[in-house]
């Protein structure tokens, strides 16, 4: 069974400051994974979808790594700033089931 | 392109009382899937649909719970019975329908059960 954790649960850094957030994953059988945003009581942003044959992806300050082999994952967030301020969701899609499986978050605050 | 749109936003229900979400996915996306999440939790998945036809169920979808897609474009999620348990968001996604494809997600519905 697939299992997703994210580390750490919560994040707080200054302003300015790059960042890493880190996923991992038990089954490296996966079609892809892919990183979200969620502010409060909202829905679900997408960031990044890395697939299985990929290492990385880049979008603006954004940057997604995938070792699928060791069953990891990291979002790198460069030059942070208070707007980034949200929890952010890794998830991994693989097997039969066609479904994501989401880690529970990492909740990062950005101080001005 | 519209993105996932869910309705409605917010429902404040009596526990008892049944309750029906709508999802409009994403246009020509054959796939649509609803997940539940709880406050300080991941999203966590309920059932899926390729086009019409209903293609997995979570044990966590009780006999209370029935989704539909009947013409492979919307989808509803009916809630019987409601307990104070399942107040929760409640988030509908659609993507392709293959594999590799992005999933988006819509804004959620978030049930209070009182």
């Known amino acids: 069974k697939q299992e997703v954790t994210q580390i750490p649960a919560a994040l707080s850094v200054p302003e300015g400051e790059n960042l890493v957030l880190n996923c991992s994953f038990t089954?490296?059988?996966?079609?892809?994974l892919q990183w979200f945003r969620q502010d409060p009581g909202k829905g679900l942003t997408s960031l990044l979808l890395i697939q299985s044959s990929q290492r990385e992806q880049t979008s603006g300050r954004l940057n997604a790594s995938l070792d699928k082999s060791s069953g990891r994952s990291t979002l790198y967030i460069a030059a942070s700033q208070p707007g980034d301020s949200a929890t952010y969701l890794c998830a991994v899609r693989g097997g039969a089931t066609n479904k994501l499986i989401f880690g529970t978050g990492t909740l990062l605050a950005v101080q001005p | 392109d519209t993105g996932v749109s869910q309705d409605p936003r917010h429902k404040i229900t009596k526990r008892g009382q049944n309750v029906t979400f709508r999802c409009d996915p994403i246009?020509?996306?054959?796939?649509l899937y609803w997940y539940r999440q709880t406050l300080g939790q991941g999203p966590e998945f309920l059932t899926y649909?390729?086009?019409?036809?209903?293609?997995?169920k979570s044990r966590l979808l009780s006999d209370r719970f029935s989704a539909e897609r009947p013409k492979g474009s919307f989808s509803t999620l009916e809630i019987q019975r409601t307990e104070q348990g399942d107040s929760a968001m409640y988030l509908c996604a659609s993507s392709r329908g293959d594999g590799a494809t992005e999933a988006f997600f819509g804004q959620g519905t978030r049930l209070t059960v009182v």
């Open positions: 649909f390729q086009n019409e036809a209903q293609l997995e």
């Open positions: 089954d490296s059988a996966i079609y892809n």
């Open positions: 246009s020509e996306h054959n796939r």
